[in-house]
């Protein structure tokens, strides 16, 4: 039975994996939006700072998937996950996990890492982020939103993401 990261959450909704994405979807759009009029209204130049204050993408009905088990993501160490629709890198700074979507928020395209530098690259446009989500560069005529972040868990020894339920559908 789907149910929401924390108990007690009503369980007549009906979310949906597509609505999670949309979700996603509406959030990198709306963000990279937002980023363009702002970025106009307010003369934001390319090279202004990167927008670090990302959403958590949280969906109304979901599960904990495990993506890696604890011993293989020590600390500093980042590992790429794929859950059916949800894509994102899974990381351990400070003793801290964080999940973070794999796609980029300018057009959605697939994130690949370079575990080297710890950077996140976008291959379509050439946007580099952060594990972290943090924007580091890019090229763009527009602020690019920080990636959205992911609700992660530690259970038994497992990383775990908190994702649509896979009935959801
Ligand atoms: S889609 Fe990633 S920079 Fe354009």
Do not use: Y
Not at 102 to 122: I, K, M, Q, W
């Amino acid at each position: 039975m789907a149910s929401g990261p924390e108990s007690g959450r009503a369980a007549g909704a009906a979310p949906t994996r597509r609505r999670f994405v949309r979700v996603a979807a509406a959030v990198a759009a709306g963000s990279a939006g937002l980023g363009v009029g702002l970025g106009r209204l307010l003369g934001v130049r390319p090279d202004a700072p990167p927008v670090v204050a990302e959403p958590t993408l949280q969906p109304n009905a979901g599960e904990w998937r495990a993506v890696v088990a604890s011993k293989d993501l020590p600390e500093g160490g980042v590992r790429p996950f794929e859950l059916g629709a949800v894509v994102g890198f899974v990381e351990r700074t400070g003793g801290q996990l964080r999940g973070v979507s794999g796609v980029c928020t300018h057009l959605g395209c697939r994130l690949a890492l370079d575990a080297p530098s710890r950077e996140l690259n976008c291959p379509c446009h050439r946007a580099s982020f952060a594990v972290s989500g943090e924007v580091l560069r890019h090229q763009l005529p527009i602020a690019l939103p920080a990636l959205p972040r992911l609700l992660v868990r530690e259970s038994d020894g497992v990383v775990q993401v908190f994702v649509p339920s896979s009935g959801a559908m």
